[in-house]
């Protein structure tokens, strides 16, 4: 089977994991870093190169004060405790978003790790922290509109790699495969330009219900997939196997 070169998941369903067992919402968020444990350790043993997570969005800003600082709470607890792990299993740490917004001792936690696992190469694990799409599409037009003010670059030059180039994204693959759990089918503002011809996947499993067994179906179900970017399925088919070759 052909797994995904960049995984992208949407984890979202922690709130109503805790609601619906009478806990406060932090209780779902502390039980949906357990499963981004074990899902970055079953990517990395399935050897999927990009795994890309979205943990805080431009917009969960706006949720009460308690819950914004208990998600910066625990995003220091799991940054510390994930270094060895990391560290042991060759993954790189990668952080996108307005990573300037964040509270200076998580960003503290944050640079040192992407600091001591930079030079790792067995998987680029990207957090996406108060990450918007939109706010970094604007960001990178006003670094794009600066190059050119600055007569470095010339607007007939800025190509689709050029401007791609100016995105948080520019050192990873776009995405092939976005997950999304807790059945919302909505993007809410994440990799709005990367994701441009990903193959979608919604499940209703509410973030701290899924595991690699939930991951498997659904990597099963990208390797059903025919991408055929525009192309007709005639031209985009693999030439059939020879017996007795193997599916990967
Ligand atoms: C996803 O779970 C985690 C974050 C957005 C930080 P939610 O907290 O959105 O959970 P629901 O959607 O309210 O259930
Ligand atoms: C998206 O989930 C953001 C993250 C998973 C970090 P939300 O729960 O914030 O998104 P909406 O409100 O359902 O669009
Ligand atoms: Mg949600």
Known sequence: MSYPQHLAIIMDGNGR??????????????R???????????CRSLGIPHLTLYAFSSENWGRPHDEVGALM??????????????????????????VGRLPG????ILE??????????????????????RNELLRAVRDVAEEVRAGRVEPEAIDESCFAGHLDTAELPDPDFLIRTSGEMRISNFLLWQLAYAEL????????????????????????????????????????????????
Do not use: C
Request: glycine fraction near 8%; charge should be positive.
């Open 105 to 108: 001792k998580v960003r503290e």
């Open 201 to 248: 996947y919604f499940t209703e499993a509410l973030w701290p219900d899924f595991s690699s067994r939930e991951l498997h179906r659904a990597l099963e179900e990208f390797g059903r997939r025919q991408r055929r970017f525009g192309l007709t399925g005639a031209q985009v088919q693999k030439p059939a196997r020879r017996q007795g070759e193997k599916n990967h």
């Open 17 to 30: 994991w805790a609601e619906q067992r009478r806990l406060p919402r932090i209780a779902g968020h502390r």
């Open 32 to 42: 949906g870093v357990e499963t981004v444990q074990e899902i970055v350790k079953e």
């Open 73 to 98: 709470e625990l995003l220091g607890l799991f940054l510390k405790r994930e270094l060895q792990t990391m560290l042991a299993n060759d993954i790189r740490l990668k952080v996108i978003g307005e």
């Open 112 to 133: 040192q790790t992407v600091s001591r696992t930079a030079a790792n190469s067995g998987m680029v694990l990207t957090l996406a922290l108060s990450y918007g799409a």
